[in-house]
């Protein structure tokens, strides 16, 4: 089986993750450009082979290729039925933010933000790292360090498009205090296995809180989701929102030159389930954890209950000891109101992503025999969930459906790894294009954030 030995080989096999763990351990030699077909991803600065001593360190921290718990056994304090196919989990609530902006902006109950803030406002915490649009091109991301609750407020709600929180970890490092970093489950991942090797940054996280996730779309998948909103012209856009104003929210677009009444919406069935769900990175299709098994505290929604008038609900997790003093501390302070639910609320909230681990084990198992690259998975159990929650046409789509796969998604070939380059800087042809073009390749026209190796930041 073939074996990455840098992490642009991770990106050429796509099992990258979008991370941008990378591009903090190595900022000299790595840097994080869009692609549109592909997610966000590593970049050389330097040739490759010139001075790859970062690229290829950084892979002892990459959720691409590895990731794994110490142990297989609960811990004392943690919830033993939970522990096999959903990780460490010592504490289980549902419930929401206690300010209704926060709850109504949210993209269930505006936990993670409400938490968040809290640990500003009561912790005396420094920042919190983040993603948010980017104010020049508002479909894209970019990396953030708040440090009011009315930062976090203006960047609440869900980003189904790619990014990179793992790329700014320097301004954790340099903070005057302990930060919260909030991310995707595997940019949780790496900050675990990137504070194992910097001390400082292991010194300045006060807490990691990481929101549920089945899978990462791709920037064509918001440009597919903007075309279905009525958006012939991105360049002219304003804002984007993914879910909120209610659970679980429509996605939701405004032109800079739209009058006041004029609504761009769609349901969340329409914007995810028939858009961009399609455009998920390949690696999402091989990922283990989509509930933060690595974080403090992990936030979902809870999908047993019904959905419309509902304002917001969020089931919260607390995987740690430091997870569980400081949401009690917020509901302690009034700033949450959540409720302590059973054990089987979080199989009963997230049925799907039960599944999507049992069929990784198929997936993974096929790839392997068919020769090509895939990660190293340690102690998180998939097989007994395979055989034991899926059906039979379940089981036969993650191996045979895999081996089409191969074919369909040329995961023998290494991927064309273009930055994409917003329509307004790269010309108005470029998304009639179906593939990434000439037009794409790197060069000093891409957008700021691609020629700095740093994105933009406030």
């Known amino acids: 089986m073939v074996r990455p030995r840098t992490v642009h080989d991770v990106a050429a096999g796509k099992l ?22 592909h997610g966000r991803r590593p970049l050389p600065i330097t040739p490759v082979g010139a001075n ?21 056994r609960p811990a004392p304090g943690e919830i033993a039925a939970l522990r096999p196919a959903w990780g460490p989990v010592r504490a289980i609530w549902e419930g929401y933010a206690a300010d209704p902006s926060i709850r109504y902006a949210g993209s269930s109950g505006g936990v993670a933000t409400a938490l968040a803030g809290h640990c500003l406002t009561g912790e005396g915490m420094a920042g919190v790292l983040h993603i948010g649009a980017r104010a020049d091109v508002p479909y894209l991301n970019e990396t953030r360090l708040s440090r009011t609750p009315a930062e976090l407020l203006a960047n609440a709600g869900s980003r189904y498009a790619p990014a990179s929180p793992c790329d700014r970890l320097d301004l954790v490092e340099s903070a005057d205090g302990p930060c919260v970093f909030v991310g995707k489950p595997c940019d949780v991942a790496a900050v675990r296995m990137a504070r194992q090797v910097r001390p400082e940054l292991d010194r300045k996280l006060g807490l990691t809180i990481a929101i549920f996730c089945a899978g990462t779309p791709t920037t064509r998948g918001t440009l597919e989701m903007l075309d279905r909103l009525g958006v012939a012209d991105p360049a002219r ?3 984007v929102h993914y879910r909120g104003a209610g659970w679980p929210g429509s996605a939701r677009a405004r032109l800079t030159d739209d009058p006041p009444e004029r609504r761009r919406e769609l349901s969340y069935a329409e ?9 998920r990175q390949w690696r999402c299709y091989l990922c283990a954890d989509h509930t933060g098994e690595f974080a403090d505290v992990a936030v979902g929604d809870p999908w047993y209950r019904p959905t419309g008038d509902d304002p917001g609900q969020s089931l919260v997790l607390a995987r740690t000891e430091r ?10 302070a009034g700033t949450l109101v959540l409720t302590p639910v059973a054990a089987d609320i979080l199989p009963a909230s997230q049925p799907n992503l039960l599944r999507a681990r049992g069929a990784v084990w198929g997936r993974l198992t096929t790839l392997r025999a068919a020769g090509l690259m895939t990660p190293r ?6 097989a007994g969930i395979w055989w034991r929650h899926l059906s039979t046409v379940e089981k036969l789509r993650s ?9 369909r998604k040329r995961l023998r070939e290494p991927a064309a790894l273009d930055p994409y380059r917003p329509p307004a800087q790269a010309g108005p042809t470029q998304l009639g294009s179906t593939q990434a073009g000439p037009a794409q390749a790197g060069s000093s026209a891409a957008d700021p954030a691609q020629t700095t190796g740093r994105p933009l930041s406030k």
Do not use: F
Not at 16 to 37: F, I, K, N, Q, S
Not at 271 to 279: A, E, F, M, N, R
Not at 323 to 332: P, Q, T
């Open 271 to 279: 914007s995810w389930g028939d858009i961009l769900q399609k455009h």
């Open 377 to 382: 998975l340690r102690n998180l159990p998939m």
């Open 399 to 407: 191996t045979l459906g895999t081996l089409r796969r191969i074919g």
């Open 52 to 72: 790859g001593r970062g690229a290829t360190a950084a892979l002892d921290c990459c959720p691409g290729v590895r990731l794994g718990h110490e142990g297989s």
């Open 323 to 332: 997870g569980v003093r400081l949401v009690e501390a917020a509901i302690a």
């Open 237 to 239: 856009l304003e804002s």
């Open 16 to 37: 990258c993750t979008g991370c941008g763990v990378c591009a903090y351990l190595a900022p000299d030699e790595v840097r994080m450009v869009d692609v549109l077909d």
